[in-house]
Structure formats: C-alpha cells, structure tokens
C-alpha cells in the first residue's frame, strides 16, 4: 500500500508552502522538511521553462506555461504540513498565497475524516 498523496503545485503554491516550512523541529523531522523545501525549490529545469527572471527584487514567470510540479509527500510530511495549514487557517492567519494549498491539501481530508466519522455514527 503506497502511503504517499501526490499534490501538483504551481509556482506560488510552492513559494508558500516553504514559507510556512518550520526551521526548527527535531533532527529527522527537520531532515524531512529540508528535503521537501530542497523539492519544492525552482530548479534549472523551471527557470528554463517558466522563462523565470528576477527584476528589482521580484520574481517573475511566465504563469501560463506553469502546468506545476508533482510533489509526494509521505505520511509524516503530510501530517506536518496539514497540521500547519490547519492551524493557520484556524488561527485566522490563512494568507491568499495559501488558499489553494488549503483547498488541496486540507479539505480533502478534512472531508474524508468526516466521511469516516459519519460511518462510525451509524
């Protein structure tokens, strides 16, 4: 069984969600953490196809061909940044750049927790 959920995450997506990565936990949680924001990175490979450049301290892409880059996160990784959007959004601290990793991440399994909640009522 493959425990790991596959998000597609655009430029900005990927933007927001390293700025809400932790830079203080335990060693292998933060071992974790450092490889995913190593992922969700821009590479060689994106500033070639997004055409991206940086003019006066901003960066810039071509949004249109932005198709996103699919990110695996395994359980623990998921947990983390679930609970890290959870409790932004609960805090009332929900930025726009995190929406729709909030819509993506969070919701869907806000859903199937209720779903499975609903199930055991019965």
């Known amino acids: 069984m493959d425990d790991f959920k596959t998000f597609r ?3 900005p997506e990927r933007f927001g969600l390293m700025e809400l990565l932790p830079n203080q936990n335990n ?3 933060l071992g974790l953490i450092n ?3 190593n992922e969700l990175a821009i590479t060689e490979e994106d500033i070639k196809k997004l055409n991206i ?3 006066d301290d901003k960066t ?3 949004a ?3 198709k996103g880059k699919e990110i695996k996160l395994g359980p623990k990784l998921f947990e983390i940044i679930y ?3 959870d409790d932004v959004e609960k805090g009332s601290q929900l930025k726009s750049q995190h929406y729709t990793l909030f819509e993506k991440i969070v919701l869907p399994q806000r859903e199937l927790l209720e779903k499975e909640s609903n199930l055991r009522k019965k």
């Open 35 to 37: 490889g995913l924001r």
């Open 60 to 62: 810039m892409w071509d």
């Open 27 to 29: 060693f292998i949680t």
């Open 64 to 66: 249109d061909k932005d």
């Open 83 to 85: 609970k890290i959007l």
């Open 53 to 55: 450049i940086e003019k």
């Open 9 to 11: 995450l655009m430029l």
